[in-house]
């Protein structure tokens, strides 16, 4: 295969594979708008978007699907509309923040931590709320009531156990094996709780399809408006197989963990071009508003740290 340009790279990879709009633009809000004040004109989305072939009725019916769904909120200004990231909302931004740009290997001191709820001690409604976010962080449920990972974030667990209205309402602890009974090891639980292997194909396929840039980039001088396509088709790319990933200690994990690789991978490209992403970001959110702060100290600590210019 010829080597391509970056307009056409990013063609491709629209081709073959098409993000879905309303998670793009939720791509864009996280990774783009959330380090410059968390607020956008929807202007400025349409034209942010175009590149990437989503037309202007579709940025305004998925931005206000999310204004729908609670993650932004809206008002108006004559006939322009401004979109904010909806309070309630950031504490999910930023957990998923924290696992994108966070480097994997989590350490891990051989215990687990344990979510009890007994039956009959919460709604069904809860205890399906409950789910559904402890599964999006990678807890597996061993039986009805119970849940498990062996490395949480407490801050998270914390939030979302606040946020859910379940706070004081389920048993956590710490487990850890008890010696000389002849039980399984705990580290056996992995294999019996996650089925990994559509992660690791997931992280092989965003390998494969993003390694070819780093030559592309580190050669070539890369027009803004490609590298912020670039950036945000990485992110999509990354987030959407992270998604899926229950986020275990790498001590746990098989060996060699493509994740590893992966986080690698869109961190160098990340560093490559998010100089020039961010020009074109800051022209098209500050021909709306002039006003539009540069980007905040967290998004310079991401991936271990950017280059500031």
């Known amino acids: 295969m010829k080597r391509l340009s970056s307009s056409e790279w990013i063609a491709h990879v629209l081709a073959t594979d098409p993000p879905r709009h309303k998670s793009l633009v939720m791509t864009v809000c996280g990774d783009a708008i959330a380090p410059h004040g968390g ?7 349409i034209e942010l978007l175009a590149p990437l072939g989503v037309g202007d009725r579709l940025v305004r019916t998925n931005v206000f699907r999310l204004v729908q769904e609670g993650w932004l909120n809206a ?14 909302a950031l504490p999910r931004f930023e957990r998923a923040n924290r696992r994108i740009y966070s480097a994997p290997g989590l350490d891990w001191d051989g215990k687990w931590t344990f979510l009890l709820a007994p039956s009959g001690s919460i709604d069904s409604e809860l205890r399906t709320q409950l789910r559904k976010e402890l599964e999006w962080e990678g807890y597996a449920m061993l039986a009805t009531g119970v849940m498990a990972h062996p490395a949480p974030d407490r801050d998270t667990l914390r939030e ?3 946020r859910c209205d379940a706070d004081g309402k389920v048993f956590a602890c710490e487990v850890a094996e008890l010696p000389g009974l002849g039980s399984r090891p705990l580290p056996q639980l992995v294999r019996d709780c996650w089925n990994l292997d559509a992660v690791i194909e997931g992280y092989r396929g965003f390998i494969e399809t993003f390694a070819p840039l780093l030559n592309m980039l580190d050669q070539d001088a890369i027009p803004p408006e490609d590298a912020f396509a670039i950036r945000t088709l990485l992110i999509h790319a990354y987030r959407r197989v992270q998604l899926h ?15 590893a690789s992966a986080y690698e991978l869109a961190r160098d490209i990340y560093r490559l071009c998010h100089v020039r992403a961010e020009q074109h970001l800051l022209a098209m959110l500050r021909r709306e508003d002039e006003a539009t702060p540069d980007a905040d100290d967290a998004f310079h600590g991401r991936f271990g740290g950017l280059q500031v210019e």
């Open 39 to 45: 607020a956008f004109w929807l202007g400025s989305m």
């Open 75 to 88: 008002s108006r200004e004559g006939r322009r509309s401004r979109y904010a990231l909806e309070a309630k």
């Open 160 to 162: 979302i156990l606040v």
């Open 245 to 259: 990933d229950p986020m275990l200690p790498l001590a746990l994990l098989p060996q060699p963990w493509p994740g």
